[in-house]
């Protein structure tokens, strides 16, 4: 099987010792990427829960010997440590709690021996306490703690308890962390010399308004504070009192200390405001000279701490979450609530380079949410087309788990602090990828000026880059679009609409202008059936039928001729998908409501084979077998009811393959997030040649977070993840940016298989300098050979006509 879609920004990202690679926390696993090329490189596997912070090992030997060790927390109560060259899990400490984020000040007080040891490990950690009850509001359950990573154990009492665990910020110096908790900041000193729990020293920084994230100067004895009216505020000289190693210290001017609050340890506090909403994110620059910060209205924000002058870099086009700078002071990351880190060139804060993943769900108005229909796949390509929130479309590629790129349907900016406008409510792809159909709602104002909008988009290239073909406004009058489907075999495509009727269109191209052909798309028949709404629409395998449904019943019609042929029994509720099975021999249809219906046809007499009272939420038909796999989404009160082998622990799905002629299920899978979840079988040529060979079809999983798994669903074996043809490609991406290649370019692939003897190995040639770079590096001629023969190349010879 094969796993991904996991969220590359679920916690903040670090960089390698030598800025050449970003280790990304994805799921239960740490992704490294190249920073050269934004490829996967490797990931480091152990962890069984969600990974929630990693810890680089600063490196204080010289750069021919870069330590590449890293530490990791987890939600499964463990803290690792790594070498992520290798990459090889070197170390396990249990805590036996889950752990919601960590630092380890010693990193930066500390120096790091060769081998990337340290004198003693310390890291405090924000843990969750399970054993207290979480039905109640005021329980403590958030812990900060500290552990001996050397000795593996937790080390004295509490250091502080929240409501719920917050996340920890350390310094750049290691000689101070704190976390946010509700309106006050609490700030520790970490003893330098030694790690004594009785010596770590607090205070505590107040304000009038919740807090959101904190962010310590590099140099100064500074704190900076983001709360969640977009505010921020900048304390100076913390902690002069209660951190001063000199105990006679007292300050001049107890009383003149503006903006500060109460007894707060500091001496002024100041205040600038430019965020609309809450403060995502503080960070310092290396020198101290800038604060960075970012919000929901996705622009970074760069601040002048000397004069509180600002400089924007806008357009991020998703609120931003993070911000990391690297041991190189020229390049810096952002990561963006859509999934993305962006690398970034400073100070000039130029757009380097973007790491993406697939893009999270969309956000719809609560009236509108029934509108919009899953995902839509490319089962040839094994591509999955999903909505985002910049009204684009997102083509990601399931077998290499990396976006294969993005359709702008909207020409229009998108600002995440504005109230959403227009919905793309439906797309459809052709058999063969080459064509698409998206449908696009402009919602009212004040009830006025709503619009659909049906457009038709091509793609003739293999680079999957669609050009816009053609714009139907309101296709159906004022009536919303209910269903998408291109024919199998032809340029043609049906959309069916709540205003009773369906239309079919056909690609055409006219002649004009000397011969210049223009590709667009035409209604060529219109059809009804007794004025019902028509709510799904599908072509048969063959293209031959067109099945058509009209709330409760489902019309056969001739596409061509646009004929009614048939009309197939009565449903409870209305149907909202239709899908034919093997060589349309059967047909399968779904309902929502508080009957929610699946029904299977016999389409050779028209009747019901069987139904389930099942609320389904995809339905997937095998491509090479008469086969089909439903997603169910199981009702709270019915949990308890379930057998005990589905085994639901937090699992709200299930997965039920079914053959057509029997209601049994073949087999069933329980699954997590299965609301707004999605099911495809992929083309066989996708899967590794072992899984060919068990069967032709595999089955992809989405679930409500856009994570997905790939699988035999006809294999009860446990598969290993197959990803060797993807990693390897990856690596020879990377591995073609250094050494020889970078310079001089890939050498010539030679068989291995040719036949020596059918021809010399050596032929002189009049160029020797086109072939002298052909050969392995390490057995190239000296300079001496090679400039001679360069330069003798570049004269140009004349024959010797003297006697």
Same mark, same amino acid.
């Not at 503006?258 to 002024?268: K, L």
């Not at 998408?484 to 369906?502: C, E, I, Q």
């Not at 020596?756 to 190995?761: D, E, K, Q, W």
């Not at 090679?786 to 140009?796: D, K």
């Given at each position: 099987?094969i796993?991904?879609g996991?969220?590359?920004?679920?916690s903040?990202?670090?960089?390698?010792n030598?800025a050449?690679?970003l280790?990304?926390?994805?799921?239960?696993t &740490?992704?490294?990427?190249?920073i050269s090329?934004?490829?996967l490189i /490797?990931?480091?596997?152990?962890h069984?829960?969600?990974?929630? $912070?990693?810890?680089v090992v600063?490196?204080?030997?010289p750069?021919?010997?870069?330590?590449?060790n890293?530490?990791?927390s987890?939600l #499964?109560?463990?803290?690792?440590?790594w070498?992520?060259?290798?990459p090889?899990l070197? +170390?396990k400490v249990e805590v036996k709690?889950?752990v919601f984020?960590m630092v380890?000040?010693c990193l930066?007080?500390?120096s790091v021996m060769s081998?990337?040891?340290l004198p003693?490990?310390?890291?405090?950690?924000?843990?969750?306490?399970v054993n *207290?009850?979480?039905?109640k509001?005021? @329980?403590?359950?958030?812990?900060?703690r500290m552990?001996d990573?050397n000795?593996?154990?937790?080390?004295?009492?509490?250091?502080a308890?929240?409501l +719920?665990p917050?996340i920890?910020?350390?310094?750049?110096s290691?000689?101070?962390f704190?976390?946010q908790?509700?309106r *006050? /900041?609490?700030?520790w000193?970490v003893?330098q010399?030694?790690?004594?729990y009785?010596?770590?020293?607090?205070?505590k920084?107040?304000h009038?308004?919740?807090f959101?994230?904190?962010?310590?100067h590099?140099t100064?004895?500074m704190?900076a504070?983001?709360d969640l009216?977009g505010?921020?505020?900048?304390w100076?000289?913390?902690g002069?009192?209660k951190f001063?190693d +000199?105990e006679?210290l007292?300050?001049?001017?107890?009383?003149?200390?503006p903006?500060v609050?109460g007894?707060d340890?500091?001496?002024?506090c100041?205040?600038?405001?430019?965020?609309p909403s809450?403060?995502k994110?503080l960070?310092?620059?290396?020198?101290?000279a800038?604060?960075?910060?970012?919000? +929901?209205?996705?622009?970074?924000?760069v601040?002048q701490l #000397?004069t509180?002058s600002?400089k924007?870099?806008?357009r991020?086009?998703s609120?931003?979450?993070?911000? &990391?700078?690297s041991?190189?002071?020229?390049l810096s990351?952002?990561?963006c %609530?859509d999934n993305q880190i962006h690398?970034?060139k400073?100070?000039?804060?130029?757009?380097?380079?973007?790491?993406g993943?697939?893009?999270?769900?969309?956000?719809?108005?609560e009236i509108?949410?029934? =509108?919009?229909?899953?995902?839509?796949f490319n089962?040839s390509?094994g591509? &999955?087309a999903?909505?985002?929130?910049?009204?684009?479309?997102?083509?990601y590629?399931?077998?290499?788990?990396r976006?294969?790129?993005?359709?702008q349907?909207c020409?229009?900016?998108?600002q995440? !602090?504005?109230d @959403?406008?227009?919905?793309?409510?439906? $797309?459809a792809l052709s058999?063969?990828?080459?064509q698409m159909?998206t449908?696009?709602?402009?919602?009212?104002?004040d009830g006025?000026?709503?619009?659909?909008t049906?457009k038709?988009?091509?793609?003739?290239?293999?680079?999957r880059?669609f050009?816009?073909?053609?714009?139907?406004y309101?296709p159906h009058s004022?009536?919303g679009?209910s269903a998408?489907?291109?024919h199998?075999t032809r340029?043609?495509s049906?959309?069916?609409s709540y205003g009773?009727?369906f239309k079919?269109?056909?690609n055409r191209?006219d =002649?004009?202008h000397?011969?210049?052909k223009k590709d667009?798309?035409?209604?060529?028949? @219109?059809?009804?059936?007794?004025k019902?709404p028509?709510?799904?629409a599908?072509?048969s395998t063959?293209?031959s039928?067109?099945?058509?449904?009209?709330e409760?019943?489902v019309?056969?019609w001739?596409?061509?001729?646009n004929v009614?042929? %048939?009309?197939v029994g009565?449903?409870?509720?209305?149907?909202?998908? /239709?899908s034919?099975?093997?060589?349309?021999e059967?047909l399968v249809?779904?309902?929502?409501?508080s009957?929610?219906?699946?029904?299977?046809?016999?389409?050779?007499?028209?009747?019901i084979l069987?139904?389930?009272r099942?609320?389904?939420e995809?339905?997937?038909c $095998?491509?090479?077998s008469v086969?089909f %796999?439903v997603l169910?989404?199981?009702?709270r009160? $019915?949990?308890?009811?379930v057998p005990d082998?589905?085994?639901?622990?937090?699992?709200?799905g299930?997965i039920?393959?079914?053959?057509?002629?029997n209601p !049994?299920?073949i087999s069933?899978?329980?699954?997590k997030?299965?609301?707004?979840?999605?099911?495809?079988?992929?083309?066989?040529?996708l899967?590794?040649?072992?899984?060919?060979?068990?069967?032709?079809d595999m089955l992809?999983?989405i679930n409500?977070d856009?994570?997905?798994i790939?699988?035999d669903?006809?294999?009860?074996?446990?598969n290993k993840?197959?990803?060797?043809?993807r990693?390897s490609?990856l690596?020879?991406e990377?591995a073609?940016?250094f050494?020889y290649?970078s310079?001089y370019?890939?050498?010539p692939k030679f068989s291995t298989?040719?036949?020596l003897?059918s021809s010399p190995?050596?032929?002189?040639?009049?160029k020797?300098?086109?072939t002298i770079?052909s050969g392995s590096?390490?057995v190239?001629p000296p300079?001496?050979k090679?400039c001679?023969?360069l330069?003798e190349?570049?004269?140009e *010879?004349?024959?010797?006509?003297?006697e």
């Amino acid at each position: 099987m094969i796993t991904g879609g996991k969220s590359f920004v679920s916690s903040p990202p670090a960089f390698s010792n030598d800025a050449k690679k970003l280790l990304v926390c994805t799921g239960n696993t &740490v992704s490294v990427f190249s920073i050269s090329t934004g490829m996967l490189i /490797l990931e480091l596997e152990g962890h069984t829960g969600l990974v929630t $912070s990693v810890v680089v090992v600063p490196s204080a030997a010289p750069a021919s010997n870069i330590i590449c060790n890293c530490w990791t927390s987890s939600l #499964d109560g463990t803290i690792c440590y790594w070498d992520f060259s290798l990459p090889e899990l070197i +170390k396990k400490v249990e805590v036996k709690l889950p752990v919601f984020s960590m630092v380890i000040p010693c990193l930066s007080s500390l120096s790091v021996m060769s081998d990337g040891t340290l004198p003693s490990h310390y890291a405090f950690i924000s843990i969750e306490d399970v054993n *207290k009850p979480n039905n109640k509001d005021k @329980v403590l359950r958030g812990q900060i703690r500290m552990v001996d990573l050397n000795k593996s154990r937790l080390v004295g009492g509490l250091l502080a308890e929240t409501l +719920k665990p917050e996340i920890l910020t350390v310094s750049n110096s290691g000689e101070f962390f704190g976390i946010q908790n509700k309106r *006050k /900041l609490h700030i520790w000193k970490v003893p330098q010399k030694s790690y004594k729990y009785d010596e770590v020293k607090k205070i505590k920084l107040h304000h009038t308004k919740g807090f959101t994230t904190l962010a310590f100067h590099p140099t100064e004895m500074m704190v900076a504070g983001g709360d969640l009216t977009g505010r921020i505020l900048l304390w100076r000289g913390v902690g002069k009192k209660k951190f001063s190693d +000199k105990e006679t210290l007292k300050l001049e001017n107890e009383e003149d200390r503006p903006g500060v609050r109460g007894d707060d340890d500091a001496d002024s506090c100041s205040t600038w405001h430019w965020h609309p909403s809450e403060v995502k994110f503080l960070h310092f620059s290396t020198d101290g000279a800038y604060l960075y910060s970012g919000g +929901k209205e996705g622009v970074l924000v760069v601040w002048q701490l #000397d004069t509180g002058s600002k400089k924007f870099l806008p357009r991020l086009g998703s609120p931003l979450l993070y911000f &990391v700078n690297s041991p190189d002071p020229t390049l810096s990351s952002v990561s963006c %609530a859509d999934n993305q880190i962006h690398l970034l060139k400073m100070p000039r804060m130029e757009l380097m380079k973007s790491i993406g993943g697939i893009k999270p769900p969309c956000t719809f108005p609560e009236i509108y949410e029934c =509108v919009y229909r899953g995902f839509v796949f490319n089962h040839s390509a094994g591509l &999955v087309a999903l909505h985002t929130e910049t009204y684009c479309i997102q083509f990601y590629s399931l077998i290499d788990d990396r976006e294969v790129t993005q359709v702008q349907i909207c020409e229009r900016n998108y600002q995440p !602090v504005d109230d @959403v406008t227009v919905v793309l409510t439906l $797309s459809a792809l052709s058999i063969d990828g080459s064509q698409m159909a998206t449908a696009e709602l402009k919602l009212p104002e004040d009830g006025i000026g709503q619009m659909v909008t049906l457009k038709f988009w091509d793609n003739q290239s293999k680079n999957r880059h669609f050009t816009l073909s053609t714009v139907i406004y309101e296709p159906h009058s004022e009536a919303g679009i209910s269903a998408l489907a291109f024919h199998p075999t032809r340029s043609m495509s049906v959309s069916s609409s709540y205003g009773g009727d369906f239309k079919i269109w056909v690609n055409r191209s006219d =002649v004009q202008h000397q011969k210049l052909k223009k590709d667009g798309w035409r209604c060529q028949s @219109v059809g009804s059936y007794k004025k019902r709404p028509m709510t799904a629409a599908e072509f048969s395998t063959d293209g031959s039928v067109l099945a058509v449904a009209a709330e409760v019943v489902v019309t056969l019609w001739d596409p061509d001729k646009n004929v009614l042929l %048939a009309v197939v029994g009565e449903t409870i509720t209305p149907n909202i998908k /239709l899908s034919f099975v093997g060589r349309s021999e059967y047909l399968v249809s779904l309902s929502w409501g508080s009957n929610a219906q699946l029904s299977v046809w016999d389409m050779s007499n028209l009747s019901i084979l069987w139904s389930y009272r099942l609320l389904a939420e995809a339905v997937a038909c $095998s491509i090479d077998s008469v086969h089909f %796999a439903v997603l169910a989404v199981v009702p709270r009160s $019915s949990k308890q009811s379930v057998p005990d082998d589905l085994a639901f622990h937090g699992r709200d799905g299930v997965i039920l393959l079914f053959s057509p002629d029997n209601p !049994v299920p073949i087999s069933s899978w329980s699954v997590k997030k299965a609301k707004g979840g999605g099911l495809a079988f992929l083309h066989p040529s996708l899967s590794s040649p072992d899984e060919r060979e068990a069967h032709s079809d595999m089955l992809v999983y989405i679930n409500g977070d856009h994570e997905y798994i790939i699988f035999d669903p006809f294999n009860t074996e446990a598969n290993k993840t197959s990803r060797k043809h993807r990693d390897s490609r990856l690596l020879e991406e990377e591995a073609g940016q250094f050494g020889y290649g970078s310079i001089y370019g890939e050498l010539p692939k030679f068989s291995t298989k040719a036949d020596l003897t059918s021809s010399p190995i050596f032929v002189p040639r009049d160029k020797p300098w086109e072939t002298i770079f052909s050969g392995s590096s390490h057995v190239l001629p000296p300079l001496s050979k090679l400039c001679f023969a360069l330069l003798e190349s570049l004269l140009e *010879k004349r024959p010797n006509t003297e006697e």
